[in-house]
């Protein structure tokens, strides 16, 4: 079961206000306006009745830059772009040790004329730097077919997610595997993607007052312009910064969430004895600065932690809806099965904020481990499967929660194998985009939305 038997609504396309209700019944909170998924001839992903999907881009193939597609694709938006057409812009979850050999490898050498400034990371003199970083995809919503495809950031490592940004920019967010590798330039930043279908590499810049960390994504309020950051550790932290100038993210204040009255709280919860935090308890809380938060040690979370700072499990996937805040947090809860919270703003940055623990599945294979999530068009928010253990569930599935609390189940990875994510719906809410990440590749899906 559920433990949360209630859960959210609102858009991106149209804010109806964030609602609780009461689910019913395990039996009763299952819901298929779209029909039951229907196995894929292909093996590629399965669907409702009167959906269909087409492949965008698969891991290898050339690209109109010369560069092949990286692999490991991963947190993604969408953004509209000149005559009627979108941009996708791509993370790319490539480790820098994945870069010359094996499955993930982009097997792309650099030109010779390659200007070295492009490239955040260069490789020590290799001669392929690491082809972490970002791809930029021009699709064409009317005809339904890409139009462009071309790397738009390299040299960054293992970028997981990301936010995007209402001035048309992606921040996408490093999360390496070893922050205190210092091989000649240290990683664990986020940068600045513009969204643009104009072909060329951006010069990478790190956003160093965003933090040194394993970051994972980003989500932006825009009436304070406060940025709230997550991080991907099993004793993470939670993150806002607060710019010296709204929508400049070069200066400002970094600061780590805090439980009032309770100082360095443990919100993972792995303990089944324990029964804080309860689903729906409103907790208090409050911000502290941090210090040296570019130190090459990978300890800001541990120091933060210790001044009194709450740890979370594994935050991942960090969406605005409404006024509201939601964090996926992959593997928290006593089952390790994943949890969502909801964060609150006062509106003053001066002032106590509110965080609920908003749904924590136990017994239930819905909505294990949620990692990506968006809004809806038609209401509630799409969440992306990460399984961290496959028998919580056989696939990996792309689920909605409705603003009534009911689950309806959007896709499931036909052949069982890896995470979805990158979750996200084309401005008019007609197209919805994933990625497949172990196979390497990114999907359009189309269809009647409207019977949600």
Same mark, same amino acid.
């Given at each position: 079961m559920i433990s949360r038997r209630s859960f959210l609504g609102?858009?991106?396309?149209?804010?109806?206000?964030? !609602?609780?209700?009461?689910?019913?019944? /395990? +039996?009763?909170?299952?819901? *298929?306006?779209?029909?039951?998924?229907?196995?894929?001839?292909?093996?590629?992903?399965?669907? /409702?009745?009167?959906? +269909?999907?087409?492949?965008?881009?698969?891991?290898? *193939?050339?690209?109109?830059?010369?560069?092949?597609?990286? %692999?490991?694709?991963?947190?993604?938006?969408?953004?509209? %772009?000149?005559?009627?057409?979108?941009?996708?812009?791509?993370n790319h979850e490539l480790g820098l040790e994945m870069t010359a050999m094996g499955p993930f490898a982009n097997n792309t050498k650099l030109p010779e004329d390659f200007d070295a400034a492009l490239s955040f990371d260069p490789g020590d003199n290799r001669e392929e730097p690491s082809f972490g970083g970002t791809s930029n995809l021009v699709f064409d919503p009317v005809k339904g077919e890409k139009i462009a495809h071309f790397l738009s950031l390299t040299g960054?490592?293992?970028?997981?997610?990301? %936010?995007?940004?209402?001035?048309?920019?992606?921040?996408?967010?490093?999360?390496?595997?070893?922050?205190t590798v210092d091989r000649g330039q240290r990683h664990g930043w986020c940068f600045e993607v513009k969204a643009t279908a104009e072909q060329g590499l951006q010069k990478p810049v790190p956003l160093k007052a965003l933090g040194r960390f394993r970051h994972e994504a980003v989500a932006l309020d825009p009436d304070t312009g406060i940025l709230y950051l997550t991080e991907d550790r099993g004793d993470g932290l939670l993150y806002r910064f607060l710019p010296e100038k709204k929508n400049d993210l070069t200066k400002g204040?970094?600061?780590?969430?805090?439980?009032?009255?309770? /100082? +360095?709280?443990?919100?993972?919860?792995?303990?089944?004895?324990?029964?804080? /935090?309860?689903?729906?308890?409103?907790?208090?809380?409050?911000?502290?600065?941090?210090?040296?938060? *570019?130190?090459?040690?990978?300890?800001?979370?541990?120091?933060?932690?210790?001044?009194?700072?709450?740890?979370?499990?594994?935050?991942?996937?960090?969406?605005?809806?409404?006024?509201?805040?939601?964090?996926?947090?992959?593997?928290?809860?006593?089952?390790?099965?994943?949890?969502?919270?909801?964060?609150?703003?006062s509106g003053d940055a001066a002032k106590e904020d509110t965080l609920e623990l908003f749904l924590q599945p136990e017994e239930s294979d819905l909505l294990t481990n949620g990692d990506n999530i968006c809004p809806a068009p038609w209401g509630g928010v799409v969440i992306c499967e990460d399984l961290i253990d496959p028998t919580f569930s056989p696939a990996a599935h792309v689920r909605c929660v409705t603003p009534e609390g009911k689950v309806i189940t959007l896709a499931r990875n036909s052949s069982a194998q890896g995470e979805f994510a990158g979750?996200?719906? +084309?401005?008019?809410?007609?197209?919805?985009?994933?990625?497949? !990440?172990a196979r390497g590749l990114t999907v359009a899906v189309t269809g009647p939305w409207e019977k949600a």
């Open positions: 609102t858009t991106g396309l149209a804010f109806f206000g964030l !609602q609780r209700y009461t689910m019913a019944e /395990p +039996s009763g909170r299952v819901i *298929e306006p779209f029909g039951p998924l229907l196995k894929d001839p292909k093996g590629i992903l399965d669907l /409702p009745e009167g959906f +269909s999907y087409r492949v965008l881009a698969t891991r290898g *193939e050339p690209m109109d830059d010369g560069f092949k597609i990286p %692999g490991q694709a991963d947190g993604m938006a969408a953004f509209a %772009g000149p005559d009627g057409k979108l941009v996708l812009v791509c960054t490592d293992r970028n997981c997610a990301g %936010g995007a940004m209402p001035w048309g920019s992606w921040i996408t967010c490093e999360e390496p595997a070893d922050l204040k970094l600061q780590a969430l805090v439980i009032v009255g309770k /100082p +360095s709280a443990d919100l993972q919860n792995y303990d089944p004895t324990s029964r804080w /935090p309860a689903a729906g308890e409103a907790m208090k809380v409050t911000w502290m600065d941090l210090e040296d938060i *570019e130190s090459p040690k990978d300890d800001l979370r541990v120091r933060g932690y210790k001044a009194g700072a709450a740890r979370f499990a594994r935050g991942e996937g960090i969406h605005r809806v409404g006024k509201s805040f939601f964090i996926c947090c992959t593997d928290g809860g006593p089952k390790r099965r994943g949890q969502l919270f909801k964060l609150d703003p979750c996200c719906f +084309s401005p008019d809410g007609k197209w919805f985009f994933v990625n497949l !990440q």
